[in-house]
């Protein structure tokens, strides 16, 4: 087994949103290179944000709004799940990011030969209360992987892997442990691909409305990339010329009341448009102008 641990070459320098997690080329085509060099050897893969397609979960109105749900959000993210995919000998892949539990359906996926691995907090930084952690035991067979819950003080196995067969045995939640609400609202993802009423397409984008917010989907990699407005209420949105047009009709205020109510004037509510455009240094990624 080899473990391969990225860091961060840009985090508030990164050249296109501050907060992206970014690593340079040099440490992919070391990546890349030592992969080529140990097909043989199996790989666990820990980085501090999850890949494009991993299937994990990132939250809407905050990895899409700043721009860092994915490593390399802006820079080729696909890059890294085409490796995934070109090298079976890739068991686990570790990430974090996000700062909820590890009790949510989607902090385990398995794409291909990969179990993609959503790592919890132990510190006081924790957005839903939970603190949780992994425990790896590993062998030439396989690998069991268990949840610590620093709470409770229990520990319970929730994967189990054998490398030969590659079969993986999902192990069901223990009953007594402290589930996220069954309609979680708090730290929504965006809506699946495949989930989403489409309202256009412009190039490779997809735009559609997600939890009240305008979503930029990515077509080729089929996941949400952006977030454009955060809150669709009263508003519609067109395309002319390869461009958003953002128009918001606010509500008619209440009339008054009481005595003076027919003297009092109502004064009628000012519409307002915003044009937006794709960002000229990265193709896609349209922003409205409050979040940019």
Request: hydrophobic share 45%.
């Given at each position: 087994m080899r473990g391969m641990?990225?860091?961060?070459?840009?985090?508030?320098?990164?050249?296109?949103?501050?907060?992206e997690v970014n690593i340079d080329d040099e440490q992919f085509a070391w990546f890349e290179k030592t992969l080529n060099d140990n097909p043989q050897r199996s790989i666990f893969v820990f980085s501090h944000t999850p890949i494009l397609k991993s299937k994990l979960r990132i939250i809407q109105r905050v990895h899409l709004l700043t721009g860092n749900a994915y490593l390399n959000h802006s820079d080729r993210p696909e890059r890294f799940m085409a490796?995934?995919?070109?090298?079976?000998?890739?068991?686990?892949?570790?990430s974090a990011h996000n700062h909820l539990g590890q009790y949510y359906p989607d902090t385990l996926s398995t794409v291909g030969n990969?179990?993609?691995?959503?790592?919890?907090?132990?510190?006081?930084?924790?957005?839903?209360?939970h603190l949780h952690s992994r425990l790896l035991q590993y062998d030439a067979e396989g690998y069991t992987l268990s949840t610590i819950d620093h709470v409770s003080n229990q520990t319970h196995v929730e994967l189990r892997t054998t490398y030969q067969s590659n079969r993986q045995e999902h192990v069901p939640l223990p009953k007594n442990a402290i589930l996220p609400p069954p309609q979680d609202d708090t730290f929504p993802a965006p809506l699946s691909f495949d989930a989403i009423a489409p309202l256009f397409d412009i190039n490779n984008s997809r735009f559609a409305i997600s939890h009240n917010a305008l979503i930029e989907y990515d077509i080729t990699q089929r996941e949400a990339i952006n977030l454009v407005v955060r809150d669709m209420t009263h508003k519609t949105v067109t395309v002319q010329d390869d461009s958003l047009h953002i128009a918001y009709q606010p509500p008619a205020p209440e009339a008054p009341v009481g005595e003076d109510a027919a003297d009092t004037p109502t004064p009628a509510p000012i519409p307002t448009e915003e044009v937006i455009k794709a960002c000229p240094i990265r193709k896609g990624f349209y922003r409205e102008s409050a979040i940019n």
């Open positions: 641990l990225f860091s961060i070459s840009h985090f508030r320098s990164a050249p296109f949103f501050q907060h490796l995934v995919e070109k090298h079976p000998q890739i068991k686990l892949w570790f990969c179990a993609f691995v959503h790592v919890g907090t132990m510190a006081r930084i924790t957005r839903d209360g």
